[in-house]
C-alpha cells in the first residue's frame, strides 16, 4: 500500500513537473520505477531551471523599459515578437495594476494564449481590475475554447466577475457529471449565480 501511495505521489510530482510543456506525459513514463521516476523528474528540473536561468531577470528588464514605451507601439511590437510564455513572464514581473493596461489591449486569441501561462490567481486579479467589457469578451472567449482554463481562473473571481461567467456559461441539469470533477465546487457556485 505504501509503495503505491508513493508511486502516485511521485507520479503526480513528474507530471506537474512535466506539465510545463503542455505535452503529454509519455506512456513510457507511467511504467518507470518509483525512484526512476523521481530521477526523471530532478532531471527535468535541472534542464529547465540551466535552461531558463536569466529569465526572470529578463522579464523584469523588459517590464521596466515598456513602462516608458507608449502602448499603441509595444502592443503590436509584443503581438508579433513576442511569443505568449514570454509575454506572461514579463506580466508577472510588471504585477497586476502595469499588466491590466496592457490586457485590455492585447488582442483576444493572443491575451488567451498569455494567460494560460499566468496562475490563476493572477489572472482573477487581472480581470477584476480590467474594463468590464474585455474581461467579459476573455471569459466569453474562455468559455467557448478553454473551459477548464475559465473554471481554474474563476475559483478565484470576485463575485461580480464571477456572475459574468455564470451569465455565459451553460451548465447541464445533471449533477451526475459533476459530482467527481475537479471543478465541483465551483460550478456549484456558478449554478447559484444563474
Given at each position: 500500500?505504501?509503495?503505491r501511495c508513493n508511486r502516485i ?100 486569441e493572443y491575451f488567451s494564449e ?81
Amino acid at each position: 500500500m505504501l509503495q503505491r501511495c508513493n508511486r502516485i505521489y511521485l507520479m503526480s510530482e513528474l507530471q506537474e513537473t512535466l506539465a510545463w510543456t503542455d505535452i503529454p506525459l509519455p506512456e513510457e513514463l507511467h511504467n518507470l520505477h518509483p525512484l526512476q521516476q523521481e530521477i526523471m523528474a530532478s532531471y527535468v528540473r535541472n534542464v529547465v531551471n540551466r535552461k531558463t536561468d536569466g529569465f526572470e531577470e529578463l522579464y523584469q528588464a523588459i517590464g521596466m523599459i515598456v513602462k516608458y514605451i507608449p502602448h499603441f507601439v509595444v502592443i503590436p511590437l509584443m503581438v508579433e515578437h513576442i511569443k505568449p510564455p514570454i509575454a506572461a513572464g514579463v506580466c508577472r514581473k510588471m504585477g497586476v495594476d502595469q499588466a491590466t493596461g496592457y490586457a485590455n489591449d492585447l488582442p483576444l486569441e493572443y491575451f488567451s494564449e498569455v494567460s494560460r501561462h499566468i496562475d490563476a490567481v493572477m489572472m482573477a486579479e487581472l480581470l477584476g481590475k480590467m474594463k468590464r467589457h474585455h474581461a467579459e469578451k476573455f471569459i466569453h472567449y474562455e468559455l467557448q475554447h478553454h473551459l477548464t482554463h475559465i473554471l481554474d481562473i474563476a475559483e478565484h473571481l470576485e463575485k461580480r466577475m464571477l456572475e459574468v461567467v455564470a451569465k455565459h456559461v451553460t451548465l447541464p441539469e445533471h449533477d451526475d457529471d459533476f459530482l467527481k470533477h475537479p471543478h465541483h465546487d465551483i460550478i456549484e457556485k456558478i449554478r447559484a449565480l444563474q
